[in-house]
């Protein structure tokens, strides 16, 4: 009589057989920012132009100051000045609701950025868009259901069984942890591959100027619209398939007592009873490195602590030129640590969870040419969000080779 194996060994090896082999990889960006452009120095008298402010003229005087030290050159916005005048609730305090148009417009732009985006990466990535088992959508753009999600897949032909993640009003560490669900999913389901897009577009937090929320001045000097997506997979199948970056570990912490210090309410208004504390960057300074330390610690890598963080390449979400100091001067990082956050910080401004992707992406392109010219650069690299909680999101990256991938 033959043996019966025991269940919890069955049940093992079913587990086991689910389950990828390797690490998750990133293995295709694409990017996508709207076509209308404005520069950051002429961003003030088009803004106070367009609420009919411009009466307001020491306020006026104070954005420009804000523009001046943002560290940004220009930004995209999908909204245009014919797009406000058509709908003048929007910029009207005493309107009583403008979430309706504000939603509209979102609908579009996230669904029209987020394929663009995602378009280019599977065009990158070398596979067809039917070959994607898993789609993770994150977005500020609006709250709608169905969702960008379901829309996003009937835009690129996703199969109709494509698995759908949808993450709203996450902020600015939304596609860090959009990139952890992924790595997640990638590891724990043998052969999938995971579409991450990340969009935004910000006529929710579109509002006139208020010399009693100052914050909310300087959120309209800092955010633009954009859209990010990466596909995510374990086990690469060449020749097709050649990973960017491996993936080894993910992480997220919250900062205790922080709850207040980003905060966004969706309201009749859209995102406008919305708080950012000017505390936010001392936050970041006071905790980053403790963050990090306890997050790398368990993996033993080299060159890390101890004045080792410039032994490591850095993807940090650019949430303001005063993050990125603090950061620099919290881990004693040399000025080029930083160097594709700030560029893509100055290029395109801080797009919420997308901007990380962007400096992803740009990362790519810096070791590339690194490679070219020397022949070498740093193994491991950290990729870090920081969003509402304060919520710390954190990626421990591995660089492929140094071949150079024609596909992009």
């Known amino acids: ?68 030290k943002s560290g940004i050159k220009k930004r995209h916005f999908y909204h245009t000045e014919e797009m406000i005048d058509g709908h003048p609730e929007i910029i009207d305090r005493a309107a009583p609701s403008s979430l309706g148009a504000r939603q509209g417009i979102t609908a579009d732009a996230a669904h029209n950025l987020a394929a663009e985006a995602a378009s280019r990466a599977i065009v990158a990535w070398g596979r067809p868009a039917a070959a994607i088992t898993h789609l993770v959508v994150c977005t500020n753009a609006g709250v709608h259901e169905p969702g960008a999600d379901l829309r996003l897949a009937g835009l690129l032909g996703l199969l109709t069984t494509v698995h759908r993640t949808l993450l709203y009003l996450h902020g600015c560490s939304a596609g860090v942890g959009a990139l952890r669900v992924a790595k997640d999913i990638a590891e724990n389901n043998s052969g999938s591959r995971v579409l991450v897009a990340c969009t935004q577009a910000n006529i929710l937090l579109f509002s006139p100027p208020d010399d009693t929320h100052i914050d909310q001045i300087v959120a309209m000097t800092l955010f633009g619209d954009g859209a990010g997506a990466v596909i995510v997979g374990a086990d690469a199948t060449g020749p097709v398939e050649r990973p960017v970056f491996h993936m080894l570990s993910a992480s997220q912490t919250t900062l205790p007592g922080t709850d207040q210090a980003v905060v966004m309410n969706l309201t009749e208004s859209g995102l406008t009873n919305s708080y950012l504390s000017v505390e936010v960057p001392m936050l970041v300074q006071g905790s980053i490195e403790r963050c990090l330390v306890d997050t790398l610690a368990p993996l033993g890598l080299p060159n890390v602590g101890d004045g080792g963080w410039n032994g490591l390449f850095w993807a940090v979400h650019p949430g303001g030129r005063a993050i990125l100091d603090r950061y620099e001067g919290a881990l004693g990082l040399e000025p080029e640590k930083l160097a594709a956050s700030r560029h893509v910080l100055s290029e395109y401004g801080n797009m919420s969870g997308a901007t990380v992707i962007f400096v992803l992406d740009e990362i790519r392109r810096r070791r590339q040419d690194d490679f070219d010219k020397e022949g070498k650069d740093c193994e491991w690299g950290i990729m870090s969000g920081l969003g509402p909680g304060l919520t710390t999101e954190t990626v421990v990256l591995h660089a492929t080779g140094s071949q150079k991938d024609e596909k992009y």
């Open 1 to 68: 009589m033959a043996a019966t194996a025991h269940p919890g060994t069955v049940l093992s090896d079913i587990h086991q057989k689910q389950r990828a082999d390797g690490p998750a990889a990133i293995l295709a960006i694409g990017t996508a920012n709207p076509a209308n452009c404005i520069e950051q120095d002429e961003f003030p008298d088009w803004y106070f132009r367009v609420t009919k402010s411009d009466h307001l003229t020491k306020l006026k005087a104070k954005m420009k100051k804000i523009c001046d």
